[in-house]
């Protein structure tokens, strides 16, 4: 496969918030619950520098996060070659129409509000997953 | 019993989340969460004692998006009262860090009782 050709299934994400008592939750949902593998960061620094090691088959990024938020994370995330097809998802618990706007102009596949239902989490990101594939 | 104001938790979400990971896994989890509410309540008395609205506002919106996603739910809706003085109403400010508070408080002690977690 080609660096840029993004992958056939959905197993290896990518999670990046800076609350640690959050990301605890995502972890155990994604990976207890959906079955994924898990790496989590706690900037969008952090992520930069293991994104492309890890190679991701899709990404989740916290909006509001200090130093690099979520958008300058996902602009960085796009000079990267082996990412440019990599979906990216921002959590927020900014979800209101005009913000829903601008981040899709940005270039994520979806948005998903927080709070959110870790039982349902994983299904919620496979469905993305699928759409971004259509 | 009258549920205390303020602590209204989702129980079933944790419920469900807690038969799918398993007791032992679900216990270290609602431990460390606890624990940092804890945490929490001390660091919103020291930033208002300062009254340092700005990072108050920033933290209430953290916990906003935390508190929620646990099930936690007037914690949350609390947070993002206080989150919205922040901005829109600096002289409600000091009120509403106590009512959050007194939330997380009394939503440690439903969570202790519901699931027979350490305090």
Known sequence: MSPSEPSSSLSRLLYVDDDPTLTLLTRISLERVGGFTVRTCASGTEALSVVEAFAPDLILLDVMMPVMDGPATLRALRELPSLDLVPVVFMTAKVQDAEMARYRELGAADVIGKPYDPVKLPELVRAIWERSRG | ?119
């Open chain 2, 1 to 119: 019993m009258a549920e205390p104001e303020g602590a209204a938790i989702d129980v079933a979400r944790l419920d469900a989340l807690r038969r799918l990971i398993g007791d032992d896994e679900f216990r270290r989890l609602a431990d460390k969460f606890l624990a940092d509410l804890s945490q929490r309540i001390d660091t919103m008395e020291r930033l208002g004692a300062a009254g340092d609205v700005t990072t108050i506002g920033r933290e209430a919106h953290t916990l906003r998006g935390t508190a929620g996603s646990y099930g936690l739910q007037s914690v949350a809706s609390l947070a993002e009262r206080l989150e919205a003085a922040c901005t829109a109403a600096p002289g409600e400010v000091a009120e509403r860090l106590r009512a959050l508070n007194a939330g997380m408080a009394a939503s440690i002690a439903r969570m202790v009782a519901e699931f027979g977690l350490k305090a």
